[in-house]
């Protein structure tokens, strides 16, 4: 069975602050890690790591695959309240037609 | 272009009572989910559907239905609610091949008294 795991589960930071997301995994035919954002509706895409694609970047959101480790860092750099989200994890296996297996998710917190 | 939608937003059953969410893409999706969210357990996979016609079942089918008559629409129903069921449903869908991601719909809330 595919399983995912999140540290920390929750964190409360400064704006400006950096954080580091950790995102660890067991799957069967690993095909692919994806890092969602949620804020009070949808989770919304971010990044999709695979074998050819281990990091990802878009502003000052970063993602890093260490498939030795079976895991991935989610990092945000000069943090904003807007960041405040859940941001999950989930990992996609070879047999499970696609299907996500997520973990429980990190409670982000950026106060002013 | 809608992507993907969810009725109702809200709902509250009585134990017993049953009720059809309805899930809908317009991006001509073969794949569908169906997804339960609980505090603290991220997201959990109920049923799926690879195409119209098909479905099968995820990490915690029990106590849920599914039809998918037409590629658009997939449907979950609860036949007999329990308070157990009370939670957050989120439905999604993606294109063939291997390495796509998920859309989201907006969730829809249920209570069951």
């Known amino acids: 069975e595919d399983k995912v795991v999140q540290s920390p589960l929750s964190l409360v930071v400064h704006e400006g602050d950096t954080v580091t997301l950790n995102c660890s995994y067991e799957v069967t035919n690993f095909r692919s890690l994806l890092w969602y954002k949620q804020e009070k509706k949808a989770p919304t895409f971010l990044f999709m790591l695979t074998s050819s694609g281990i990091e990802k970047k878009s502003g000052r959101l970063s993602s890093i695959l260490d498939k030795k480790e079976l895991s991935s860092i989610l990092n945000i750099t000069a943090t904003q309240t807007g960041d405040s989200a859940i941001y999950l994890c989930a990992v996609v296996g070879g047999t499970s037609y696609g299907k996500l297996t997520f973990g429980q998710g990190t409670i982000l917190t950026v106060h002013p | 272009n809608a992507g993907v939608t969810q009725t109702p937003k809200f709902r509250v059953l009585k134990t017993g009572q049953s009720m059809t969410l309805l899930c809908a893409q317009d991006m001509n999706h073969e794949y569908m989910y169906w997804y339960r969210q609980d505090p603290g357990m991220g997201l959990r996979l109920i049923h799926y559907?690879?195409?119209?016609?098909?479905?099968a079942k995820g990490e915690v089918p029990d106590g849920y239905n599914v039809s998918r008559l037409k590629k658009q629409n997939f449907l979950l129903g609860l036949e007999s609610a329990a308070p157990s069921q009370t939670s957050v449903y989120f439905c999604?869908?993606?294109?063939?091949?291997?390495?796509?991601?998920?859309?989201f719909g907006p969730g829809t809330r249920l209570t069951v008294l």
């Open positions: 559907s690879v195409g119209e016609g098909t479905t």
């Open positions: 999604a869908s993606r294109s063939g091949g291997s390495y796509n991601e998920q859309f």
